[in-house]
């Protein structure tokens, strides 16, 4: 039942519990005539209205109570799924925040990532909903950071080359990509065997593709992505009269509605 019209109910009950009471307190203190429109009568049916209504409010209140329990319940498991999907981000994060191309991490990593993704789908509170979907903001907005490069004068992003997908330690000079590849490319390890040593591991070789595309994918905005931006509403007034932090950022946007540039040259609008 909803919760406002239990709450109601309960109300209603309430008074009408306090009204017979009220009632039968008057009818014994022999003031009964003073309330006209009650049936003389009829007052021995007070104490059994006054009964059945209190136990309707029990009835109606256990209801209520278990109901809130149950959202409780909820709530709390909610809570926790978004803790564990946190935590799993900030594992994730921590995993490629120094941008290697270890195929055995990024393979543990996209693992991580799925699994803390998958959480959402057991969360039905919308606050918690809603908590979640800014952890995967944030955690999209740092990994793109770390798969991107900042190069030229003025520090532009650009993505990976793709030569660092193929695990090489000098993904950021070799130009050639078959190169990378054979580079890349897991080699033998040839060793004697004996007590004092472990047997080296192999090179990992080219990271994982599939590791590659699930990173990857959650990098991208999904197609159901609500971009608050276009809610957010120009300022008011004229940049003449702006002062303190804003001031150089309302010139920007000032000059912005009054120009633009073809082919290197400034041009007017209107």
């Not at 017979?20 to 009568?41: E, M, R, T, W």
């Not at 409010?57 to 409780?72: S, T, V």
């Not at 992003?157 to 000098?170: A, C, N, S, V």
Request: hydrophobic content about 40%.
């Amino acid at each position: 039942m909803n919760h406002k019209v239990t709450t109601f109910l309960l109300g209603l009950l309430a008074l009408s519990v306090f009204v017979s009471l009220l009632l039968s307190f008057i009818a014994v203190v022999g003031q009964i005539d003073l309330v006209p429109f009650i049936d003389k009568d009829k007052l021995s049916l007070l104490p059994g209205i006054s009964i059945s209504c209190g136990g309707m409010i029990a009835i109606l209140a256990f209801f209520r109570d278990r109901n809130h329990q149950k959202k409780d319940q909820i709530r709390k498991s909610d809570e926790i799924y978004l803790s564990l999907a946190r935590d799993s981000f900030n594992e994730v994060f921590s995993l490629l925040e120094d941008r290697n191309n270890d195929r055995i991490i990024w393979v543990r990593t996209s693992r991580l990532l799925m699994q803390a993704l998958d959480m959402k789908s057991k969360i039905t509170t919308q606050d918690i909903i809603d908590a979640f979907e800014l952890a995967e903001e944030r955690l999209r907005t740092e990994l793109y950071r770390t798969l991107s490069v900042s190069t030229g004068k003025h520090k532009n992003r650009q993505p990976l080359p793709p030569q660092f997908f193929y695990g090489i330690e000098d993904w950021e000079t070799e130009k050639n990509l078959d190169e990378a590849a054979i580079k890349g490319g897991s080699k033998m390890v040839v060793s004697s065997v004996n007590i004092h040593k472990n047997v080296p591991e192999p090179s990992s070789g080219s990271l994982a593709v599939q590791s590659v595309i699930a990173i990857f994918k959650f990098l991208k905005f999904p197609d159901d992505y609500k971009d608050p931006l276009p809610n957010v509403t120009d300022w008011e007034g004229n940049w003449e009269d702006s002062y303190g932090i804003e001031q150089g950022a309302r010139r920007f946007v000032a000059h912005t509605k009054q120009t633009y540039v073809i082919n290197g040259k400034l041009h007017k609008k209107g």
